[in-house]
C-alpha cells in the first residue's frame, strides 16, 4: 500500500510564526502536490512538484511556499503566517504514468490564531 | 462557469436503494475521469477511474457521455457504509481539476 504520511494531524500556530508541514511519501511517486481545503470550497491546489528540486505554483501559492530536496518528501512552508490560512493541508502524491490518481495523507488541521 | 461541476447534495437515500449522481465538466479537450470519496474528516481516496466504455465495481458503475461532457456513478443496493462526499475529478493537460463534491448521506 501506498503511504503519504503528513507529520502532524493538528497544529497550532499564532500569526507571524513560520510554519512547516512536511510530508513523506514511501512508494518512489515523481509528482508530490500540496491541497488546502475549506468548507464550501472544495480542494484547491497550493503547489505541486514533478522532481527533486522542482516545484510548480498551483492555483493559491501567495503565502505558501515549497521544498523537495529528495524525492519523497515535499514541504509545504507558511512563510508569515495568517489567520486566512487557517485550513485543512493535504498533501497527495502520484506517478509520472498515472498522475491522476492520488494517494493523499490523512491531513493537517492548522489553526492560526 | 467551474471547469467541473457537482450537485453539492446532500442525497438522504435509504439503505438498499439505487442512487445516481452526476458531474459536468465544461472543457472538452479533458482527458481522464475518477471519482474519489471522501468520508468525514478524512482525506480523499480514489474510487474508481471513468472509462469511456463505462466501467463496474461490484456496486459501483461509472459512466462517461463525451457528447453531454458528464460523467456519473451510480450505486446499487446502498449500505450504511457507502454514506460520504463523492469527489468528480478531471484530468486535462496534466491539470487534475476536483469537483466540490456531492454529500450522500445513507439512511438506516
Not at chain 1, 503528513?6 to 502536490?33: A, I
Not at chain 1, 502524491?93 to 492560526?112: C, D, I, M, P, R
Amino acid at each position: 500500500d501506498v503511504k503519504v504520511t503528513q507529520s502532524s494531524r493538528y497544529l497550532v500556530k499564532r500569526t507571524g510564526e513560520k510554519v512547516f508541514l512536511e510530508c513523506v511519501q514511501d512508494m518512489d511517486h515523481e509528482n508530490m502536490f500540496w491541497y488546502r481545503q475549506d468548507p464550501g470550497l472544495g480542494l484547491r491546489l497550493i503547489y505541486f512538484s514533478y522532481d527533486v528540486k522542482m516545484k510548480e505554483k498551483g492555483d493559491i501559492p501567495e503565502g505558501y511556499s515549497v521544498s523537495r530536496e529528495k524525492k519523497e518528501r515535499f514541504s509545504l512552508i507558511l512563510e508569515s503566517a495568517s489567520t486566512n490560512q487557517t485550513s485543512m493541508y493535504l498533501c497527495a502524491s502520484s506517478t509520472g504514468q498515472e498522475g491522476a490518481k492520488l494517494f493523499f495523507g490523512s491531513g493537517t488541521q492548522l489553526s492560526v490564531l | 462557469r467551474k471547469e467541473v461541476e457537482q450537485d453539492p447534495g446532500p442525497f438522504n437515500v435509504p439503505e438498499g436503494a439505487t442512487v445516481a449522481f452526476n458531474c459536468t465538466y465544461s472543457n472538452s479537450a479533458s482527458q481522464s475521469f475518477f471519482w474519489y470519496r471522501q468520508d468525514c474528516r478524512k482525506e480523499p481516496k480514489l474510487l474508481m477511474s471513468v472509462y469511456s466504455s463505462g466501467n463496474e465495481d461490484g456496486r459501483f458503475t461509472a459512466q462517461l457521455n463525451r457528447a453531454s461532457q458528464y460523467i456519473s456513478l451510480l450505486i446499487r443496493d446502498s449500505k450504511l457504509s457507502d454514506s460520504a462526499t463523492y469527489l468528480c475529478v478531471v484530468n486535462r493537460d496534466d491539470k487534475i481539476i476536483f469537483g466540490k463534491g456531492t454529500r450522500l448521506h445513507i439512511l438506516p
